[in-house]
């Protein structure tokens, strides 16, 4: 199966590319862009886009992804606009959405979404999510994004996720599992 | 001539019926909703919720409105995405990013574009904008969203919107500015 990626970020296809290999499944990057919509949820943002590609001509199958970070003293601020919070407000921003807030109160989660199109246009979700807590202060030079203020549960050492390297880092991401999730479904799908 | 204002907010479609009234134009209120694309400029968020209305089988003539708070020293945010700012990180999290920004850099500017789709499916854009600056605290009970920290040019006593009756603010807004634009431009294509 020849299977198209919405993205312009070499990254991510070399990613899904290294999940999907041995499932005969060739991913292809397709950089052509599509609007986001405002919503609440990253589904309903990935939804919508993979409806005006369908719409607009596209040839499924494809894979669309979104992420956010979404802090829960912040009622899931920035969430589905992260790009845009940190192109305006930025790490520092957000440190000082949350100053003066304890730390059993800076909880937050990294949550991914993979919204796959498949053949016959059925929409499946695959959904991973990092949860954590939102540093004191940025640490970290690696990563990108919010990985500076992120340290996620389950990394006994306090680290940031720009102070982590890669390998450690994609152990526990949410884009990660999401993608797991869907290398699961197609294998499942393949053995049918 | 009958007009659509998309809209949920009474309000509006009675401020927009009030100015045109003695055009000859019918404003009425149609409150399906339609996607909001995420993007840097109001312009671009209306022209895309048009197409998708004019894609869905929408008649022309109809208006579409959207406005927001633009704050210098934030880079713009929350921009297009105030209604998300607010309903998150609110009036108090916009003083939080703001806090220690001396007064001369909290400059900040209300933006409306009333989007006119007329009945050829012509494009017309009206503006308004309202230059301000925000203040140290909420002050005030009037108004909505964050009118109680935004202090507006032209107002001697230094008052926020929310400390303004709505004449006042009228004379000032953005969201007013926008519609004497459209109605000057309906009238002179009446007399044409």
Redesign the interface.
């Known amino acids: 199966m020849r299977l198209r990626l919405l993205t312009g970020n070499p990254g991510k296809l070399a990613e899904l590319q290294a999940a999907l290999d041995g499932l005969g499944v060739e991913v292809v990057q397709d950089d052509r862009g599509y ?5 609440d949820t990253l589904e309903e ?1 990935a939804e ?1 886009g993979a409806g005006h590609l369908l ?1 607009t001509g596209i040839e499924p199958p494809f894979v669309l992804e979104d992420s956010g970070l979404f802090v829960d003293a ?8 992260s790009r ?2 940190l ?3 930025g790490n520092e ?1 957000l440190l ?2 949350l ?1 003066g807030v304890p730390e059993p109160e800076r909880t937050a989660s990294f949550r991914a979404d993979l919204c796959y199109i498949d053949a016959d246009r059925g929409v499946h979700h695959f959904a991973g999510a990092c949860p954590g807590r939102i540093a004191e202060a940025a640490r970290g030079s690696g990563g990108f994004g919010f990985d500076p203020v992120f340290v996620p549960d389950g990394e006994p050492s306090g680290r940031t996720f720009a102070e982590m390297d890669l390998a450690a880092k994609n152990r526990l991401s949410h884009r990660g599992q999401a993608v797991e999730a869907m290398k699961a479904y197609l294998g499942k799908a393949a053995n049918r």
């Open positions: 609007p986001e919509i405002q919503a943002v919508a719409a912040l009622e899931g601020f920035p969430g589905v606009y845009y919070a192109d305006t407000i921003g000082r959405l100053a």
